[in-house]
């Protein structure tokens, strides 16, 4: 079975600053893990994945995440914050093609001015 | 780019009714997923179909079934609603020929039952 860790159901940085969430999974094979951001009321939109390609991926508006296989992470990041990242964002692991996706709890980041 | 269409968008039912949300995937996508996500917490998988085809299964309860149609489109039918049903009802659906595992989310279903 898999499952994934989000520590910090909140971080706080103001705008400019670097953004760092982080996500650690449990998974007995290769996983494939991804990263999504939510706006309230919406739906959530893909901001990058890692596939067993490249380790380091990035991502739509400036985020990228790394895949480290000894620590077990896929923490997410991005070098400065805008007003418009404040929103939720979920980590996501998949074991197999066409079965579900199963979500760490999510991380609620606010951004100050 | 086309994207997940879901409708209703927002839906208020009784408790003890029936309801039917329905998902349109992206056009060529065959994989469709259903996700609740109750207020404050993750999505919670529900159920899977590939071609038609269940694929995969997770905490439906079994007042809900689910399908998906020939041209790929999926209802979820929920009987008996019960107030704990109320919640954001998400589809999603992927390409196998992708290969890339990833889903796409439609804007969801807010189902408020009173």
């Known amino acids: 079975a898999q499952s994934v860790t989000q520590l910090g159901s909140h971080v706080s940085v103001s705008e400019g600053a670097l953004v760092l969430l982080r996500c650690n999974y449990s998974s007995s094979v290769p996983p494939y893990l991804f990263w999504y951001v939510q706006y309230p009321n919406q739906g959530l939109q893909l901001l990058l994945k890692?596939?067993?390609?490249?380790?380091l991926v990035k991502g739509i508006n400036g985020f990228e995440a790394e895949f480290k296989k000894s620590e077990t992470s896929f923490h997410l990041t991005k070098p400065s914050a805008h007003m418009s990242d404040a929103a939720e964002y979920f980590c996501a692991v998949t074991l197999e093609y066409g079965n579900k996706l199963v979500f760490g709890a999510g991380t609620i980041l606010r951004v100050k001015s | 780019a086309a994207g997940v269409i879901q409708s209703p968008r927002h839906l208020i039912k009784e408790k003890r009714e029936t309801a039917t949300l329905k998902c349109y995937p992206i056009p060529r996508h065959d994989t469709v997923y259903w996700y609740q996500q109750g207020p404050g917490q993750d999505p919670q998988f529900l159920i899977s179909?590939?071609?038609?085809?269940?694929?995969d299964k997770g905490s439906i309860p079994d007042r809900f079934s689910a399908q998906q149609f020939s041209d790929y489109h999926s209802e979820l039918n929920m009987s008996s609603l019960e107030l704990g049903d109320s919640a954001l009802y998400f589809c999603?659906?992927?390409?196998?020929?992708?290969?890339?595992?990833?889903?796409?989310f439609g804007p969801g279903t807010r189902l408020t039952v009173t």
């Open positions: 999603a659906s992927s390409l196998y020929k992708a290969f890339t595992y990833e889903q796409y």
């Open positions: 890692y596939t067993s390609a490249a380790t």
């Open positions: 179909f590939y071609e038609k085809m269940q694929s």
